[in-house]
């Protein structure tokens, strides 16, 4: 058996976590991540089923049955994952129609999983349905994200097509846009199931005056994501309170979609 310490879904695991602290997106026990974990890679390290215990997940997931996470634990600071992944991160497997999860490595302290588990665990379930090979959400609090969710009407159509219009690159990194949720209690199943339903036509899901869901193949794809739209809310930031002389325009936009084999979502150009 193999050290899990060297595994890389944990050393990435943990240099993700620490990065996204120093970024500033994870105060104090702020934001939450859960990687699907392939079965095979995993019996590497660990030996399975060795289960430590199990615990209630609050929800049914039939989809998720089987399945393998390493996630973050609720309470928890990103800021020491790296000092004691084991206490902060834990490795679970769903079983009983996504009822119940049974910690298999980690919560080392006797903790559990995220309190935004439901909205991971239904985010990954929508997000595998438009691209099987989606392994990661990712939760986090950035403060330029967050602060526009203040000052910016919160119509998605509208919320992206600033996003695109502040850097370049924008519509080539998340050209199927940012959807939004207007602020909901958050750790329910409610906010769970309504950012799922979010999930099923973009990659990023804006939760009002709290912070932001990202998702994707890989740590560095999603964490990507979230820099890119965090960069763009930054530059709205500087510019909403000034004359606005130059944009990016739709017929740009246009040269972007052609240039680098992207497809804007439907109906947001002209
Ligand atoms: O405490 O970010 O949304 C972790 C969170 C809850
Ligand atoms: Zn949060």
């Not at 084991?86 to 910690?103: D, H, P, Q, S």
């Amino acid at each position: 058996m193999k050290n899990i310490m060297t595994a890389p879904f944990m050393v990435e695991m943990i240099r993700t976590a620490t990065n996204m602290y120093a970024h500033g997106w994870d105060e104090r026990n702020g934001g939450n991540i859960s990687m699907l974990l392939d079965e095979a890679e995993l019996k590497e390290y660990l030996a399975i089923p060795a289960i430590v215990r199990t615990i209630p997940t609050g929800f049914t997931a039939p989809e998720l049955d089987g399945k393998y996470f390493l996630v973050t634990g609720t309470g928890k600071y990103f800021k020491n994952v790296q000092y004691d992944p084991a206490k902060n991160l834990g490795i679970v497997r769903l079983a009983e129609n996504g009822t119940e999860a049974e910690v298999l490595w980690g919560f080392s302290d006797g903790g559990k999983f995220t309190s935004e588990f439901p909205a991971h665990m239904k985010s990954h379930i929508a997000r595998m349905k438009t691209d099987p090979e989606n392994r990661v959400v990712m939760h986090c609090h950035p403060s330029n994200l967050l602060a526009m969710t203040y000052v910016h009407e919160l119509d998605e159509k509208a919320f992206t097509r600033t996003l695109w219009q502040m850097c370049t690159e924008c519509i080539i990194v998340f050209p199927d846009g940012v959807n939004v949720l207007p602020w909901m209690l958050c750790g329910t199943n409610e906010i769970g199931e309504a950012t799922a339903e979010k999930m099923k036509t973009a990659r990023l899901v804006v939760w009002a005056q709290h912070g932001i869901y990202g998702a994707g193949r890989d740590l560095d794809e999603t964490f990507g994501l979230i820099e890119t739209a965090e960069k763009a809310a930054e530059i709205y930031m500087k510019i909403a309170h000034l004359p606005r002389v130059n944009t990016i325009t739709d017929e740009q936009m246009h040269l972007l979609e052609e240039r680098f084999g992207v497809k804007a979502r439907e109906g947001y150009l002209d």
